[in-house]
């Protein structure tokens, strides 16, 4: 244990490490097994650390799964904010570029599909799942149509639109199927699609 979230460290110090250390056990339980599915006890157990620090922290289970879809957006914004931004020289490279990032967790041993889908199956109605996977989803579909407008495409919302469902689909069968190979087929579609809205 780091000075920083032992003896050594501040009660904010401490507070932060417990913190983070409740994400990531809710993050490696929620994602594998399901909001539904898993417990308060089974989190707060994984994490080792008492109860009433989870409820000072995120205050109810569903602000900590709210917390958990929130992390998972981040961290899937951030990484197709680096590898488009680093890979891809142009927003027509970058359109079809999506699909080889999206695939970088195809291969993952633990990848079970998108969190959102699973989440929001799981979810009632006008709660905070459904707030997180909206807000998801909302990126999501101005990732493509932004790109679409910058490359220039004849109908960017059409093109963003067809993007949105290939990419839902790509995720499903490399889940489903057992298939990684579903990004390399999503890649070849998208380009297919790009090249009819946007002249070379």
Same mark, same amino acid.
């Given at each position: 244990?780091?000075?920083?979230?032992?003896?050594? =460290?501040?009660? @904010?110090? $401490?507070?932060? /490490?417990? *913190?983070? %250390?409740?994400?990531?056990?809710?993050? !490696?339980? +929620?994602?594998?097994?399901?909001?539904?599915?898993?417990?308060?006890?089974?989190?707060?157990?994984?994490?080792?650390?008492?109860?009433?620090?989870?409820?000072?922290?995120?205050?109810?289970?569903?602000?900590?799964?709210? =917390?958990?879809? @929130?992390? $998972?957006?981040? /961290?899937? *914004?951030? %990484?197709?904010?680096?590898?488009?931004? !680093?890979? +891809?020289?142009?927003?027509?490279?970058?359109?079809?570029?999506?699909?080889?990032?999206?695939?970088?967790?195809?291969?993952?041993?633990?990848?079970?599909?998108?969190?959102?889908?699973?989440?929001?199956?799981?979810?009632?109605?006008?709660?905070?799942?459904?707030?997180? /996977?909206?807000?998801? %989803?909302?990126?999501?579909?101005?990732?493509?149509?932004?790109?679409?407008?910058?490359?220039?495409?004849?109908?960017?919302?059409?093109?963003?639109?067809?993007?949105?469902?290939?990419?839902?689909?790509?995720?499903?069968?490399?889940?489903?199927?057992?298939?990684?190979?579903?990004?390399?087929?999503?890649?070849?579609?998208? /380009?297919?699609?790009?090249?009819?809205?946007?002249?070379?």
């Amino acid at each position: 244990m780091s000075a920083k979230s032992g003896k050594g =460290a501040s009660p @904010q110090e $401490r507070s932060a /490490a417990a *913190r983070a %250390r409740l994400l990531a056990s809710a993050s !490696e339980l +929620f994602y594998a097994e399901g909001v539904q599915s898993v417990g308060i006890d089974r989190v707060i157990e994984h994490a080792g650390v008492a109860k009433a620090t989870l409820y000072s922290a995120f205050g109810s289970k569903d602000e900590l799964v709210r =917390a958990y879809l @929130q992390a $998972r957006h981040d /961290a899937t *914004r951030e %990484r197709m904010r680096r590898e488009l931004g !680093e890979r +891809f020289p142009s927003a027509r490279e970058r359109l079809v570029g999506v699909f080889e990032v999206q695939g970088l967790s195809f291969t993952d041993p633990g990848f079970r599909g998108c969190a959102f889908v699973s989440a929001k199956a799981e979810a009632r109605p006008g709660g905070a799942v459904e707030e997180a /996977a909206d807000g998801y %989803r909302a990126w999501l579909h101005t990732l493509f149509f932004d790109l679409a407008q910058e490359a220039g495409a004849r109908d960017a919302k059409a093109l963003a639109q067809q993007l949105v469902l290939l990419y839902d689909g790509a995720g499903i069968s490399a889940w489903m199927d057992h298939d990684p190979s579903a990004e390399h087929a999503a890649r070849t579609v998208a /380009a297919a699609l790009v090249d009819a809205q946007i002249p070379a």
